[in-house]
């Protein structure tokens, strides 16, 4: 029993932790929520806001997850390039 509580007590200690930005400036640390970035509290238990048009605030759809993919693909062929590696 007792060595069951040991190995628990570590597994919840070698949980991921949550990587929001305190008011201090440091990291959160608590413990994220099950496959999750983030804790209880920022926003871990939340799905996130609607997609689309079904959100207030879409306005151009600059926040898409095409329109951030693309944005990504951009960065890493323009980094590609600038290594010289792009062949
Ligand atoms: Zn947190």
Redesign the pocket.
């Known amino acids: 029993m007792n060595q069951n509580v040991t190995r628990r007590l570590a597994n919840m200690r070698g949980a991921p932790r949550?990587?929001?930005m305190?008011r201090a400036g440091g990291?959160?640390?608590?413990p994220?929520v099950h496959g999750r970035t983030?804790?209880?509290?920022?926003g871990?238990l939340s799905p996130g806001a609607p997609r689309g048009t079904g959100n207030g605030n879409f306005k151009d759809g600059f926040w898409t997850a095409e329109a951030t993919e693309e944005r990504k693909w951009v960065k890493r062929a323009l980094e590609r390039y600038a290594k010289g590696t792009d062949q």
Do not use: D, N
């Open positions: 949550c990587g929001a305190t990291q959160c640390q608590c994220a983030r804790c209880r509290i920022h871990g």
